[in-house]
């Protein structure tokens, strides 16, 4: 996440990283602690997270108001997406799809 709306300080669906959408994604469908996430992203992405880029990725949400963290479980620390990261992720994955659906159609690839 690199720009901000700098009248508002909130971040905008163009700087949502790649990053960003896997932790948003892994979210999506409730919530999770870092490992969990981790593994999640492992599996549906193929794409490894270290901890600090995990962990660095969700302070940057909590602070844009696009993730919450819960209260510990023990030693865990869940985080959730909230309502302004569902519209986030949606606006953002709205925009790759058009991207990609062009993107295939000018090399000549039919998507699947």
Known sequence: MSSRDVSSGVLVAADLSKRVVLVLTSLADGPKHGY?????????AGVTLGPGTLY?????LEDAGLVKALPA??????YQITAAGTAALTEQLRRDEQITRVGLARIGVQPV
């Open 56 to 60: 660095g990725a969700l302070a940057r």
């Open 36 to 44: 969990a996430l981790i593994k999640d992203i492992e599996q549906f």
């Open 73 to 78: 479980q023990k030693r865990r620390h869940p």
